[in-house]
């Protein structure tokens, strides 16, 4: 199950059944099952505020992963910066929408047991990322 909230943010509009089955066949070709993600789409502020209390990082950052995931159970919150989703967007003149799933995949793939601390992680991340967006990407036009 994915479950959609906002706070401190308005609303975007997107196909939540679209994100629901594609998170689902990521997580089983990952040989794991989506138990329950809740992807929280949130401003600058109250991601940052969560990083500090949390975290204990004192900067802006685009998503915070919470992993509760038991066994090959995918269970977890993604805090997903909307402010830091659209200046990234612009910075890598890519559209919104875009950005915003390779953030979400990438939060994905941390519950799915990736890591990004090493080059060699960083690079199967990216690699994992690329692959999962472009089923995204057969399914939906960008704007």
Request: contains cysteine; aromatic residues 14%.
């Amino acid at each position: 199950m994915l479950n959609f909230f906002f706070e401190d943010v308005d609303e975007i509009e997107f196909d939540s059944n679209l994100y629901t089955s594609w998170i689902n066949e990521v997580c089983l070709l990952e040989f794991k099952e989506l138990s329950e993600v809740n992807l929280v789409f949130c401003s600058d502020e109250y991601l940052y505020d969560m990083n500090v209390q949390h975290l204990n990082h004192d900067y802006f950052t685009d998503i915070i992963t919470f992993d509760y995931c038991v066994d090959k159970q995918i269970i977890g919150d993604l805090f997903i910066s909307i402010d830091r989703v659209s200046d990234n967007a612009v910075s890598f003149s890519v559209p919104f929408f875009e950005e915003l799933n390779r953030v979400i995949i990438h939060g994905v793939l941390h519950l799915c047991g990736y890591k990004d601390k090493t080059d060699v992680d960083i690079k199967v991340m990216r690699s994992k990322e690329d692959l999962y967006i472009s089923k995204i990407v057969s399914r939906e036009t960008f704007d």
